[in-house]
């Protein structure tokens, strides 16, 4: 069965980095879309950031452009995002997703558990 599981998530003050990784199984990751989407407590789940299947297309939140950087590693089944100028706004669970073909801010097939990642002011 698919599994993507997230790590990298934790505790960091505002200014600060993290590096979330997603790693894939149980699909062709070379015919997969990745994204990110985050939801903090009661807001809806809200798109991060998403990368093509070569990795040659990338897409945004305008919330997280210039700070955000998503990559993909395709002969390690394995997607990131590099996330500097933590924001406390930024604190949420972060979600990897799949994607069959296109590069889209909706329509995932499959998601993982999500890591926490919480940014202090």
């Known amino acids: 069965q698919v599994q993507l599981v997230e790590s990298g998530g934790g505790l960091v003050q505002a200014g600060g980095s993290l590096r979330l990784s997603c790693a894939a199984s149980?699909?062709?990751?070379?015919?997969?879309?990745m994204g990110w989407f985050r939801q903090a407590p009661g807001k809806e789940r809200e798109f991060v950031a998403a990368?093509?299947?070569?990795?040659?297309?990338?897409d945004y939140a305008d919330s997280v452009k210039g700070r955000f950087t998503i990559s993909r590693d395709n002969a390690r089944n394995t997607m990131y995002l590099q996330m500097s100028s933590l924001k406390p706004e930024d604190t949420a669970v972060y979600y990897c997703?799949?994607?069959?073909?296109?590069?889209?801010?909706?329509?995932?097939?499959?998601w993982g558990q999500g890591t926490q990642v919480t940014v202090s002011s």
């Open positions: 997703a799949a994607k069959r073909d296109y590069v889209r801010r909706y329509g995932y097939d499959y």
């Open positions: 149980g699909l062709t990751f070379t015919t997969y879309a």
């Open positions: 990368i093509s299947v070569r990795g040659s297309y990338s």
